[in-house]
């Protein structure tokens, strides 16, 4: 008796027609179904943030929501946040501020903070840190990341 | 931690959600809206709706709005509604104020505020709130709408006086005087953790003194309340130190804690007293 | 091999090691498939046909299982198999690495609980469907009856019974020199402590997976999802199920964190494969959350009653340690290394005349513990740095100056405690511990913090300073090899049997081979975690990779030189070996830029078979090198903070944090911060929030991220470097030591030393987490 739904997902600009059940999470849909792997479960209970990706343009905890839920929704996640062999600004801070160790959290950082960037770059650096705290690393110790962030946020005003 | 099996309903309009609700609700039925609460407690298997009725799609839900004397918040507003003071006014700033101690960023997005209500955690800063203003709640159902008194929508560890097949449809917060002063102090483990503790203040000064105080506290006992040995010893009196300290102290001995555990009640009396007192320190 | 330098002098710098890149903050080779989403961790290997594996455990602490009823499950569409303990009767109990001690294999881990449980989440049956979500479905529905038998859940009460003629103590560890009755006897002061640190764990980002493929045609099973120790894995795995070595391949990917809790061998891994071999399709297996918390190696819960006998100027004259190790369930894959590296660690950096330790090894019905970064020492900092605050307190002498009084000086290095420690003996390699102090106390500005601080005492805040000092141990050997290889188009391959967890391994080897060899690192691929293309690997642990691979290379680099150069010389340039030098790939003449010059890639072309072995050469431009060390490096260092406390919540927050850090020679600086950094924050979770708790029936309390709470950005402040290379290491011609664990092994006793400041009461802090209840608890008991 399965209940699966047929389901178009907008991710990244492509449409993904997919065939789910309901329970299946975004994070799930996205890995299996679509075939994205750089979304990373790391709690599936919506605490740890590593599966931040935008819906919307808004961050959202992919395995708090349900892929059903994503209908006619605009999905980006981080195999979308460069554009073409263009490396986002916070991509190349990333690099450079070595605000990476075994990655596994850096999807997830890296679209929050595009998401909250690409709203409004002008951002205070103590609203910054006050994203930062919504999702966890266990290897950098989180300065490099706040490091990142600001100088793409530097850059992005910027331009 | 996959959820175990539902099935999905998405209805449009409210009338359709409320239908569909009373159809399900006996078969252990649940109301989606955010999902930051119930979907972590399906992950882990705790909650097993059979059903879940996804509201986010009704659009009257989004209404946030001043109606007569009161805010009118609809089932689907976002916690993230809140980041900027709205609406103008005391009401506003307060819970622009509360809003950044709810979880995190991203959780505030999808999260509501009436969701929150629902859920019924002794740590909600919004259940704080709306105790301690003595919100209206508003519920619907096949059987028509009823409004539910703040006071009497709490009826226990995250239990609210909602009918399986009442969906709470809207909070309607009172809009507070121009020079009515708030205050909100929370403690937590860490940044965004549920409150160990958490205490709003609420007052006017005429003539000098204390008028309309609202103390509450949540975090403490099975659902936040007004503390009205609290208020009593605030109302008359000037808003100054010791005043602030008697009300704590008269919040700390009337809290019933929750865990009954003697060392770690005495340590929730002794935090309570302490977050009665910066709430009230902090109150502009 | 190598022969050992002399002892006790840097041995001289290589002088055909052109320092190109060895000692800069060269971004990662690691990084662009990780900032693009093109990391490839277990969850995202799949193959056709596969199975999902789902883990029905145990949900008592201590019992004996009466039944398992899988019918319902069985019946579920898409469930394909039930297996329990009866369906993999043949796979032995999961073995130790090599361990001294004696009498722990009773104690072994079966791969599925056999007619007892002994912790909640011990795997007791296994699911295989056709998706994860139906497995999961499927797990639920398998009913386990067990009769529950009352659990031990603390360690240092009276052992109870493992099983009928066994009991919970395995073994007690002991240790001793000098003459400590004598030494407490003529003792001007006794201080004496009772301390406890809370059970906690690495808890990495990405929970473990493996996925196991039996390829029928060639009789070859491949795991995904390894880490850590690939070789070794493989090798257990092999023998377990009565295979030869040469028949499995391990295979590492991209891995979310390891810190010592992720690659050593468990039952899941070893099932997964069984279960390829068996069902006939692929089998993926990945941990949730809430199973990692209660099955992936817990660690640090001891509890010391600890003495010091010290003379009248606060100097040590004795330490007596008795200590419970709360080992949980079953003795793991590291055996009693954890609790043997603290006891033989405890005297620290200091001179300790006479030492004794009586170590208990306790099996607790909990979740078995194995190593997590920094083993031992992170519990052996604490205790001896507690003490040294509790001599200074009694004695009326300052915190800082009772540590100098007691250091081993310089001169003494290279120095040898009469003590073995994880099965080497203890020998401090180099070391200027006073002049590193010194160091740090002028960058942190002690004596104007120290003034402010108490400045801003006067006027009621609880504000303090503290400082713990820490020796480490790294480069675990006892040997690594690696092979270089240029090829035709002068790319280079460095094939090591190494592991990554995201510490930036790939980087650092290569910027040791470029420099040796004499090319740009980002030419230099660095292969690890694949046991079908190195035939021996010692894996990643112990923050090793650095010492023991970084020496490896550089050998192999160099033998590659040497061959390029003779080649070059002799046959292509008509000069001499000592003429030639290689930059950026090319072979040129020292002081000529004019002259012909020979690209690698042209000497690789030359040494293809057909025309080396016409010329009586061994064919293709490669060589092995290797590195032996018996002894580990020992990078030492001083860590400082300045924290606030709330007296009204007993909430804490570290305002400053400095840790200084010798570090022999630095690689790669920036990626040294990084860890350091990371271990930082680690060591605050471990200081302050991080604790899986127990109830009085043993069940575990901390099984979801609302209630095992990890630091994020708001808690784990900006912290400061100061890296010292001051000491290079005399073991290895680099001077390398290993960078890994240095940032966590102090923070639990500079915390708590800083803590005791701001509230004034010295000593105060005995336990770790100090959650906010329990210091609001230690002010309301002072009052």
């Not at chain 1, 709203?119 to 990142?148: H, K």
């Not at chain 3, 009693?336 to 170590?359: L, Q």
């Not at chain 3, 001499?576 to 072979?587: A, K, N, S, Y």
Request: glycine share 10%; charged share 25%; net charge neutral.
């Amino acid at each position: 008796m399965s209940d699966k739904q047929d389901l178009v997902l907008e991710v990244n600009g492509k449409n993904y027609a997919v065939r789910v059940e309901p329970r299946r999470t975004l994070v799930d849909a996205l890995n299996d179904e679509c075939g994205l792997t750089g979304t990373n479960a790391g709690c599936e209970h919506g605490v740890c943030g590593a599966c931040t990706v935008l819906v919307d343009g808004e961050p959202v905890r992919a395995c708090l929501m349900f892929a059903v839920q994503a209908r006619g929704r605009r999905i980006r996640t981080i195999e979308g946040l460069a554009r073409g062999d263009t490396l986002h600004p916070l991509q190349r801070a990333f690099m450079a501020h070595h605000a990476l160790q075994c990655g596994y959290c850096t999807p997830g950082f890296l679209m929050l903070a595009a998401g909250v960037l690409e709203r409004d770059p002008n951002v205070s650096d103590e609203e910054l840190l006050q994203v930062v705290s919504s999702n966890l690393c266990r290897c950098t110790g989180y300065g490099n990341i706040v490091a990142a962030i600001r100088a793409a946020a530097a850059e992005m005003r910027a331009k | 931690m996959k959820p175990a099996r539902f099935t999905y309903h998405a209805p449009v309009t409210e009338d359709d959600a409320v239908a569909v609700l009373s159809q399900v609700a006996a078969h252990d039925g649940r109301v989606l809206a955010g999902g930051q609460s119930l979907v972590p407690a399906m992950a882990l298997r705790v909650a097993l709706p059979a059903h879940l009725v996804d509201i986010n799609g009704v659009a009257d839900f989004g209404v946030l709005a001043v109606e007569g004397s009161e805010w009118a918040v609809g089932a689907c507003v976002r916690h993230a509604a809140f980041h900027r003071p709205v609406p103008d006014g005391p009401l506003g700033r307060l819970l622009s104020a509360v809003v950044r101690h709810i979880a995190s960023y991203p959780v505030r997005t999808r999260g509501t505020f009436c969701g929150s209500l629902a859920h019924a955690d002794p740590a909600s800063e919004w259940c704080l709130v709306a105790a301690t203003l003595d919100a209206t709640l508003i519920a619907n159902s096949v059987r028509g709408r009823r409004a539910i008194a703040a006071r009497d929508y709490f009826r226990g560890w995250m239990a609210t006086a909602l009918a399986p097949d009442e969906l709470l449809a809207q909070a309607r917060l009172p809009l507070l005087p121009a020079d009515t002063r708030c205050g909100f102090y929370e403690f937590s483990r860490r940044a965004g953790d549920f409150a160990l503790v958490m205490a709003l203040a609420v007052y006017r000064i005429v003539d000098g003194v204390i008028a309309d105080p609202r103390v509450g506290v949540g975090a403490v006992e099975d659902y936040p309340r007004r503390m009205r040995a609290a208020e009593a010893a605030l109302a008359g009196r000037a808003p100054a130190p010791d005043a602030f300290r008697a009300a704590a102290e008269a919040a700390a001995q009337a809290l019933d804690p929750a865990d009954t555990r003697p060392e770690t009640a005495a340590y929730k009396r002794d935090l309570a007293r302490t977050a009665v007192r910066r709430a009230l320190e902090a109150a502009r | 091999m190598n022969a050992e330098p002399p002892r006790g002098t840097n041995p001289p710098r290589d002088p055909t090691a052109d320092s190109r890149f060895i000692g800069r903050s060269v971004p990662r080779l690691e990084d662009l498939p990780l900032v693009t989403g093109r990391g490839r961790y277990a969850a995202g290997i799949s193959f056709p046909h596969q199975l999902h594996m789902r883990v029905v455990r145990s949900a008592h602490a201590h019992g004996t299982i009466v039944a398992i009823d899988a019918s319902t499950a069985l019946a579920l569409p898409g469930c394909v198999a039930v297996w329990t303990a009866a369906d993999v009767a043949a796979v032995p109990p999961i073995d130790f690495r090599a361990t001294r001690v004696k009498g722990l294999e009773p104690y072994r881990q079966p791969v599925l609980a056999r007619e007892r449980v002994r912790y909640v989440g011990e795997p007791v049956a296994l699911v295989f469907a056709e998706d994860a979500y139906l497995a999961e479905d499927a797990a639920d529905l398998v009913a386990v009856e067990v009769k529950a038998l009352p659990p031990v859940v603390a360690a240092d009460q009276e052992p109870g019974v493992f099983m009928p003629g066994q009991g919970t103590e395995p073994t007690v560890i002991r240790k001793n020199y000098g003459n400590v009755d004598a030494a407490f006897r003529a003792a001007h002061a006794v201080v004496e402590l009772d301390l406890a640190l809370g059970r906690h764990s690495g808890v990495p980002l990405e929970t473990r997976g493996a996925i196991a493929r039996h390829d029928a045609a060639r009789d070859v099973i491949e795991l995904y999802g390894a880490s850590k120790r690939p070789h070794q894995n493989r090798d257990l795995i092999a023998a377990m199920l009565g295979r030869s070595p040469a028949t499995v391949h391990l295979y590492e990917s991209h891995v979310g964190g390891g810190f010592g809790v992720r690659g050593e061998l468990y039952p899941e891994d070893v099932l997964v494969c069984l279960a390829a071999l068996r069902l006939g399709r692929p089998v993926k297996w990945i941990e949730d959350r809430r199973e990692h918390l209660m099955a992936c190696n817990h660690s640090r819960e001891q509890r010391h009653r600890v003495r010091a006998a010290v003379d009248a100027g606060g100097r040590i004259l004795a330490i007596d340690d008795r200590f419970f190790h709360d080992q949980g369930a079953y003795v793991r894959t590291t055996g009693a290394r954890v609790m043997d590296g603290t006891a033989g660690m405890i005297p620290g950096p200091y001179r300790v005349p006479a030492y004794r330790v009586a170590a208990h090894f306790r099996l607790t019905n909990k979740t078995p513990a194995g190593t997590y970064r920094a083993p031992g020492r992170f519990e052996s900092t604490f205790v001896c740095e507690r003490l040294l605050d509790a001599v200074a307190a009694r004695l009326g002498i300052d915190r800082v100056e009772v540590r100098k009084r007691n250091f081993i000086p310089r001169t003494d290095m290279p120095y040898e405690r009469p003590l073995e420690v994880m099965e080497t003996g203890l020998v401090l390699d180099s070391g200027d511990y006073a002049g590193l102090l010194e160091k740090a106390l002028a960058r942190f500005g002690w004596d104007a913090t120290r003034a402010d601080v108490e400045r801003r005492r006067a006027t009621g805040e609880a504000v303090g300073l503290g400082l713990a000092c820490f020796v480490e141990k790294s480069g675990q050997g006892p040997v690594d090899g690696v092979r270089v290889t240029v090829d035709g188009t002068g790319a280079v391959e460095v094939v090591t049997g190494v592991a990554s967890m995201g510490q930036g391994v790939e980087t650092v080897i290569a910027q040791i081979c470029a420099d040796a060899l004499g090319v740009d690192y980002r030419r230099v691929r660095v292969v690890h975690g694949r046991t079908d293309r190195i035939e021996y690997g010692f894996g990643a642990f112990g923050s090793r990779i650095t010492v023991m691979t970084g020496s490896a290379t550089h050998a192999a680099a160099l033998k590659v030189r040497a061959k390029a150069l003779e080649l070059a010389a002799a046959d292509m340039l008509e000069a001499t070996p000592e003429d030639l030098d290689i930059v950026d790939g090319r072979i040129v003449r020292r002081n000529r830029a004019d002259a012909p010059s020979v690209t690698l890639a042209q000497i690789a072309k030359a040494l293809t078979p057909g025309a080396a072995i016409a010329k009586g050469r061994e064919p293709g431009l490669t060589a092995e090198g290797w590195f032996e060390n018996d002894h580990m490096a020992c990078p030492y260092g001083v860590h400082m903070a300045v924290v606030k406390v709330d007296r009204e919540t007993g909430g804490v927050k570290i305002e400053r944090y400095l840790v200084a850090f010798d570090i022999g020679r630095a690689v790669n600086p920036m990626l040294v911060e990084g860890q350091i950094a990371g271990g930082m924050a680690q060591g605050l979770g471990g200081a302050l929030f991080e604790e899986f708790a127990y109830d009085e029936n043993g069940t575990p309390q901390s099984v979801t991220f609302a209630d095992y709470l990890m630091p994020g950005a708001l808690e784990v402040p900006a912290v400061e470097f100061l890296l010292s290379e001051d000491a290079p290491s005399p073991l290895n011609p680099l001077g390398l030591k290993g960078a890994g664990e240095s940032g966590i092994t102090a923070v639990g006793a500079a915390v708590a030393s800083a803590i005791d400041d701001a509230i004034g009461m010295p000593g105060a802090v005995t336990r770790l987490p100090v959650t906010p209840q329990r210091l609001k608890d230690i002010l309301n008991r002072a009052r």
